[in-house]
């Protein structure tokens, strides 16, 4: 039997308002700030976010601000925080906001979902909570405990499933409050209706869940299934002059679209000398000179397993900008702190300059990192 919306409705706005976290964007109504924090929060966990949000508010407290910026800048202040296409997307969408909307966020949802980066989600989450609009928003939380209080059936990602997920939050967002509903509904998740050992007696619509009185708790939402993680081995090119090194700003798309990095190319196959100089002189358009290998470093992301060979090379030529990359740049060890650079990246080059420093030690680094 299905719970009556109010059964469910009531319940939960009263629970929130009484045990939600004090968050710094939930103390403010402004659309932007809304949009910006539930950007970051895709994929990425409260803690984490909120100095990032802090941080990329007072830079960029309005959507001209974040227009008017490089985006070399805005992704140098997301360093750090992973899947960078969601920094690009909102540089992409804060420009179409500033060009077709006066610098202010519509508060039609259809309007909403025509910017860049506004899925289905973010457009539910920013029309409800900012504008008041009663249009449904589900996460991974909220899908977790939609799919636990109405037993609904199948892995995340089943087409049918997310239907049906959809259509109910789409009947329990109309009412009064429908942002608050929303974030009741994720908050419930994030905190009480966990993925392992849910607080189930805490609960405040325990008595309307079908999963609890069935005793499929534990089952309900089905596993999601992972595909395997590509494995990607790049040869990197550690270039110096005097004590600057080389970087170069990759095209705007694709894995670490935007971001500046020691200059790499993939390898397949054995990686000898000969592979390894052809590839990166392809990378660089330069005539180049390979010296030795400088360590490894190896990173975990959500769909790769990440192998990056670190290789003294000595530039004959100027590098010329390609297809792969944008622009190259000289810069110091300060300047390459500034620019907006992969996790990755950054352990590349500071095993780079130990190696350097300390030629016969023998250097990797292993470590897991969110992807762009």
């Known amino acids: 039997m299905t719970a009556p919306r109010a059964q469910v409705r009531e319940p939960l706005l009263a629970w929130f308002d009484a045990h939600k976290r004090d968050l710094p964007w939930r103390r403010s109504r402004d659309p932007y700030a809304v949009w910006i924090s539930e950007v970051m929060l895709q994929q990425t966990q409260v803690p984490t976010v909120v100095p990032y949000w802090r941080r990329f508010v007072e830079r960029f407290p309005t959507a001209e601000a974040l227009a008017a910026a490089p985006l070399s800048e805005v992704l140098s202040l997301w360093r750090g925080l992973g899947y960078y296409a969601r920094a690009r997307n909102l540089h992409r969408a804060a420009k179409a906001v500033v060009r077709e909307h006066g610098g202010r966020l519509p508060s039609d949802p259809q309007k909403l979902r025509e910017l860049p980066g506004f899925g289905r989600y973010t457009t539910g989450a920013v029309a409800s909570i900012a504008f008041d609009q009663p249009v449904a928003a589900v996460d991974g939380n909220a899908a977790r405990v939609l799919s636990r209080l ?189 620019l907006g650079m992969s996790t990755a990246m950054q352990r590349a080059l500071e095993l780079a300059d130990r190696a350097i420093e300390n030629p016969k030690r023998s250097v990797e680094h292993r470590a897991a990192e969110r992807p762009t």
């Open 150 to 338: 109405f037993r609904i059936e199948g892995r995340p990602g089943d087409a049918r499933r997310e239907a049906r997920l959809w259509a109910k939050a789409a009947q329990l967002v109309e009412g009064p409050r429908p942002g608050d509903f929303n974030q009741a509904l994720m908050e419930l998740g994030a905190v009480i209706c966990r993925p392992e050992d849910p607080s189930c007696l805490l609960c405040p619509v325990r008595g309307c869940c079908a999963a609890l009185r069935s005793g499929r708790i534990g089952e309900l939402p089905g596993a999601k299934v992972r595909p395997a993680r590509k494995h990607l081995r790049l040869a990197v090119a550690v270039c110096r002059r005097s004590s600057d090194v080389l970087l170069g700003m990759r095209e705007e798309k694709g894995l670490f679209g935007g971001l500046w990095e020691l200059p790499c190319a993939e390898l397949s196959g054995r990686s000898s000398p000969s592979r390894v100089l052809f590839a990166l002189r392809g990378t660089l358009g330069a005539s180049i000179r390979l010296g030795e290998s400088l360590g490894c470093v190896r990173r975990t992301l959500t769909h790769r397993e990440l192998e990056l060979n670190l290789y003294d090379v000595t530039a004959r030529s100027e590098p010329r900008p390609s297809h792969r990359y944008q622009e190259f740049r000289w810069v110091s060890p300060a300047e390459a702190q500034k």
